[in-house]
């Protein structure tokens, strides 16, 4: 057996599986924003032709897995395993959306708050570099309106915001990996070969390793401020993934955060100097990526699970399939807080899970000098 375990919580994949193909859905706000051309679908209208909020959010999520699925040249059977959730009470988004886009894939639900994508990206992958699936898919949502919904106050209320509070991003990604790197226009026929006969592709952007996040709780209340609940479990897996593997900062073209904002990203940035690290240079936030906030008045920036998960598959990959960027990062930050535990007084723990992703060409794939 291979031991694929990586110094005391990361994994290095030895077959690292690869990203083939990736969709992302978004409501209208997000197309106002900077990436508004990179999405692969901007909606007219929030409510996606629904009557509730959480219905919207299931048909982001159906859209952007077939989408996903259409895009990697495959049929939705031939996806053997889908993971995937949400921020809603027993993931229904998720459940109603992603979780039946094909009856006969098996299902795994996940709740790791706005971290999910990370989580969701992390077991994938774990189930294609084991053997276990030829193709599995990740897939994550949030909506605004859902959300608000869920765990603050109605849109109808018209509460006033703190300047601390990031906006909820409307969006869904998915993603399909699979054993090895294959370019995603072969036709199915070709999708049995095995690892070794596989032809690899120039811009394969596979998933090396991982570094699965752990609860951290410094004792924030404040479900105003995310940034502050999520930002020191962000330090604490990106500390672990440089300790577990001897890397330094300037290792990574980029370490990007899943949707700390601004707020959350000064606090990760203090945090990991005091730990000895400076990662200034290198550091991102999806959160801050994905929104004009002078412009459309969103404070610290955006949140969510489909945060994150919107700008990987818009913004990440393209850079890292172009070569632009060889080895990313990748932290999605949730806070794992529900509408009972706040109302209960308890504190709003933290957790982030670190993916990571390189680009690789054809000889740096088959071991060519």
Excluded at 38 to 55: H, I, P
Excluded at 69 to 85: D, F, M, P, S, T
Excluded at 338 to 364: C, D, R, W
């Amino acid at each position: 057996m291979i031991n694929q375990m990586k110094g005391s919580r990361s994994m290095e994949f030895e077959n690292a599986p690869q990203i083939v193909s990736a969709a992302s859905v978004v409501g209208p706000k997000e197309g106002e924003g900077p990436l508004g051309d990179c999405f692969d679908l901007v909606a007219d209208e929030a409510e996606f032709g629904e009557d509730t909020w959480e219905k919207a959010e299931s048909t982001m999520q159906k859209e952007a897995l077939q989408m996903a699925i259409g895009k990697a040249h495959l049929e939705a059977w031939q996806i053997r395993y889908l993971y995937g959730g949400d921020l809603l009470a027993q993931i229904i988004a998720t459940s109603f959306g992603g979780g039946t886009a094909n009856a006969d894939t098996p299902f795994f639900g996940l709740y790791g708050a706005c971290s999910t994508c990370g989580e969701s990206l992390t077991l994938a992958a774990m189930a294609v570099a084991g053997g276990y699936a030829d193709y599995a898919a990740a897939v994550t949502s949030s909506h605004f309106g859902s959300a608000e919904k869920e765990f603050r106050f109605p849109l109808g209320y018209g509460n006033q915001r703190p300047l601390s509070a990031t906006w909820t991003v409307t969006g869904s990604g998915a993603f399909v990996l699979s054993a090895g790197c294959r370019d995603a226009s072969d036709s199915a026929s070709d999708n049995d070969l095995k690892r070794e006969e596989q032809d690899f592709i120039e811009g394969c952007i596979i998933v090396r390793g991982a570094t699965p996040g752990r609860v951290v709780d410094m004792g924030v209340r404040d479900n105003m401020n995310m940034g502050a609940c999520m930002a020191p479990a962000a330090a604490d897996t990106i500390y672990q993934n440089l300790m577990d593997f001897n890397y330094q900062p300037e290792d990574y073209d980029r370490i990007i955060t899943g949707d700390l904002g601004e707020i959350g990203q000064r606090i990760l940035l203090d945090l990991m100097k005091e730990k000895g690290y400076d990662i200034s240079k290198q550091t991102m936030d999806c959160g801050i990526e994905i929104y004009d906030k002078e412009k459309q008045d969103t404070h610290a920036g955006g949140s969510g699970c489909g945060c994150s998960a919107v700008v990987l598959a818009a913004m990440i990959l393209p850079k890292l399939e172009t070569g632009e960027w060889k080895r990313v990062l990748f932290v999605p930050t949730g806070a794992l807080l529900s509408k009972v535990s706040f109302n209960e007084g308890q504190t709003v723990p933290g957790i982030a899970h670190a993916v990571m992703l390189e680009s690789h060409t054809y000889e740096t794939c088959s071991g060519a000098a």
